[in-house]
């Protein structure tokens, strides 16, 4: 089990690595329409769908690797003071009633969404340019699927925390600044190698 969940957090920070680097294409087509048109009065007509089309597939590409470091948004202040099998009973119960079907009817309705896009081949409505966005709607489904995998891996960690009493250890890259300090104790920070790993447990999230 813990070969999978290893195997799925790799693939998932691949993806989300690569996908990563829309962050630099954005800010360069964007500082590039500020330029146009300010400095020389000739705007493009490109730049508003180019910015929510690259936005909108980091967005979405970049969930399952969120989902992996557990750096989606939630309210922890009873759930960081439970035990870890307390944590993974909650956990496991929330994934099937709210997350996987979640995911699955997003993976379905994008499939039919995108599927309607791509009969017509779908331009952009909201300028000039008449940008193509049916493969950008084909990105709600793969983004979908990705989630789901994670979503598998997800499911596997709680199912080693109920049976051995402890978290397995998370593949960690990045870590937001409380999470140091608690790890720390709250003594000055000292930056730690990117690939030295960081053994910090959900209980002291």
Known sequence: ??????????FTTWVG?????????????MGYEVV???????????AYDMSYILYGTLFMM??????SRNAHVRG????????PRIQ???EL???FIFFLPGVLALVFAGWKYAGRSWRYMETSNFSPAGV??????TILVVGGVLLLIQGVAQVCRCLVCLRSGEWPADVRDVAELEDQLLESGGKDYVDESPASPLSLGRTER
């Open 62 to 67: 970049g969930g399952a690797y969120t989902l």
């Open 132 to 137: 193509p966005i049916f493969h950008f709607k």
């Open 93 to 95: 119960v929330l994934y």
């Open 1 to 10: 089990m813990l070969q999978v969940i290893h195997t799925i957090d790799r």
């Open 36 to 46: 146009a048109r300010y400095v020389f009065s000739a705007p493009t007509a490109w």
């Open 76 to 83: 922890d202040f009873l759930y960081r003071l439970w035990r």
């Open 88 to 90: 993974a009973t909650v």
């Open 17 to 29: 690595r690569s996908f990563a680097w829309l962050i630099l294409l954005m800010a360069f087509g």
